[in-house]
């Protein structure tokens, strides 16, 4: 049985793959749907990698249809070959921009390879389609967690890593008054120093 690897291997990218602006004939549309039939059934029986081998060949025959890519992404994410995964729920969307389900797919693509912004980017579109589909807002929910979880800690680390506008200030640079008479400050600031300080401006 191929590994996961040997599979992928024989997958060009689908920026390489050719699109044929020829019409495609009945006759490879009708097998090319026979190839997706067989990808679901194996797809069904856990054995993604010989889907993802039989929507590969659909998609040779019929290479502008969005369910095969879809699919073919969806078979990508159970082996964790999100990269392959994100590429193809991309190509769906550009050749069906209305396909919720690849928008899903893409989400759980970005999800899985912690593109989290882009990822709730895809839920929200998907949520605006089925607002009341359970597992799209649960991921929904998910994925905007983190996203806000993120800002804040960049947030904090912004404010800890900031220098105190205390430290800025270089006292050496400071000129003093030929007739200021008051307490002059030499190295630390210490307490006696600021009574006289306080003294000297009631």
Known sequence: ????????????PVSE????????????KEEAESYKVRANDFFKEKKFNDAIQNYSKAIELVPDNSIYYSN???????VESFGYALEDA???????????KAYYRRASSNMALGKF??????????MKVY???????????????????QAFMKAIAIETT???????????TFIVEDKYD??????????DFMKQLINRFK
């Open 17 to 28: 793959q050719p699109v044929e602006d020829t019409p495609v004939s009945p006759d490879a």
């Open 131 to 149: 607002p009341n589909d359970p597992d799209a807002k649960e991921k929904f929910n998910e994925c905007n967690k983190i996203v806000k979880k």
């Open 1 to 12: 049985m191929a590994t996961n690897q040997e599979v992928i291997s024989k997958q060009p």
């Open 162 to 172: 900031a220098k105190p506008t205390i430290q800025s200030i270089k006292v050496d």
């Open 182 to 191: 008051g307490p002059c400050l030499e190295g630390d600031i210490t307490p």
């Open 72 to 78: 073919r992404s969806m078979a990508y994410l159970r």
């Open 90 to 100: 991309s190509k769906a969307i550009q050749l069906d921009e209305k396909y919720t």
């Open 117 to 126: 912004k882009k990822a709730l980017k895809d839920y929200e579109a998907v």
